[in-house]
């Protein structure tokens, strides 16, 4: 009988990681098409503030189901800051691979431990 894994050795779920690669694909793919065809491709041509904006909008009502303790539509806002963050990466000509490595790095570093090891800041 296999043995189960021990949490360590647990791989990230594959379909969690493909499905936000697969839609980056899909929007880097619809930049420069017809906007009237792709929301995505109208978010572009709208420009880089637009596209700022939309993420911002996004992420308070994300934050407001949260902070309401509404689930489910957590569940559905937390999906809108998503694609509106990959469509941020595709014109800002970040790749899914450079967060990921960003957060590799981060592996195994407590936030406390790094926080601390900050220069600190000088006042007055
Ligand atoms: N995940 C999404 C996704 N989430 C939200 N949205 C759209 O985002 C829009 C948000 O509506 P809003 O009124 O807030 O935004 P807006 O139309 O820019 O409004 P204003 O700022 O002008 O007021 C809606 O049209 C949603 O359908 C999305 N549109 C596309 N996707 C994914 O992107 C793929 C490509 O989509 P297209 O680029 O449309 O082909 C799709 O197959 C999906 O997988």
């Known amino acids: 009988m ?14 969690r990681e493909h499905v936000l690669e697969r839609l980056f694909e899909t929007v880097q793919s619809r930049r420069g098409t ?5 929301h995505s491709a109208r978010l572009m041509a709208r420009g880089r503030n637009k596209i700022a904006q939309k993420f911002g909008e996004e ?4 934050l407001i189901e949260a902070v309401n303790g509404n689930r489910k539509e957590l569940v559905g806002e937390s999906a809108d800051v998503l694609y509106h963050l990959i469509v941020m ?14 957060l590799k790095r981060r592996e195994g570093t407590s936030g ?7 220069p600190k800041e000088k006042l007055g």
Do not use: F, N
């Open 2 to 15: 296999a043995k189960a894994a021990k949490p360590e050795e647990r791989k990230a779920s594959p379909a």
């Open 59 to 62: 992420a308070v009502e994300c």
């Open 89 to 102: 990466w595709v014109d800002a000509g970040v790749s899914p691979e450079d967060v990921w490595a960003e």
């Open 34 to 38: 017809d906007p009237t065809l792709s």
């Open 112 to 118: 406390i431990a790094e926080k601390a090891s900050r």
